[in-house]
């Protein structure tokens, strides 16, 4: 079984955001130009507190929906803004708000809605395995190798038991939103070789949990 396109697209993201970072990294210009923007955004943050952090949550929550969508880029403005602690609990409550909702989303409206946000393909091989397999550590795995909005989607239109999905959904954010922070730590502290590594160690992670779950699909 192949990646699909979503990994494509992902890739495609990651790739971009590791070159800017590395460019931000090392050029004392753009470096320069990046913590101008923090500033400002740290001066409105401060003037619309609770505002901001809504808006940070409800923009978390859009990436956990929308593969075309990514919060990636904030998470350095909030370790600036309120530091690590509280940037990753609204991490991860947006995350975990977007992943309900696109559960929700899913199994009120169907596949209709599904088909016009995700390849069909994909969706249909895991709606047709999670069909017959849907187990709490198969679906636990499965939220952990695809950090995106297609195991919500196949899951809330094969209406699995929510009380169920969402612990799972919440325990498979934290290392994301932990990664995410720790990342977004190094890009403040202009620490290119360190951000390097820790990116690729959580794709590792992330790759290993992906090949299990390919495993597991073929041995069905």
């Known amino acids: 079984m192949s990646h699909h396109p979503l990994h494509h697209r992902r890739i495609g993201v990651i790739v971009l955001f590791l070159a800017a970072v590395v460019a931000v990294a090392t050029s004392d210009v753009l470096h320069g130009a990046f913590m101008d923007v923090l500033h400002v955004a740290e001066r409105v943050m401060r003037a619309y507190p609770r505002a901001g952090m809504a808006l940070f949550v409800v923009l978390a929550a859009m990436s956990a ?12 403005i909030g370790v600036y803004v309120w530091g690590p602690t509280t940037t990753l609990l609204l991490l991860w409550a947006g995350g975990a708000t977007g992943g309900a909702g696109g559960y929700w989303m899913a199994r009120t409206l169907g596949r209709r809605i599904v088909k016009r946000l995700v390849p069909e393909a994909p969706f249909r091989r895991y709606e047709s395995f999670f069909r017959e397999r849907a187990q ?4 636990l795995l499965f939220r952990l190798a695809l950090q995106s909005e297609l195991p919500s989607y196949v899951l809330g239109v094969l209406r699995y038991p929510f009380p169920r999905y969402l612990p799972m ?3 498979a954010e934290l290392p994301y939103v932990l990664f995410a922070v720790y ?5 403040l502290e202009r620490n290119a070789g360190v951000f390097v590594v820790a990116l690729v160690a959580g ?14 699909m073929r041995e069905a």
């Open 65 to 76: 929906m929308l593969s075309f969508f990514s919060a990636a880029a904030l998470v350095p």
């Open 169 to 171: 959904m919440v325990l």
């Open 183 to 187: 990342l977004g730590e190094t890009i």
């Open 203 to 216: 794709l590792l992670l992330t790759f290993v949990a992906f090949r299990r779950l390919q495993r597991e």
């Open 136 to 139: 709490w550590r198969t679906v």
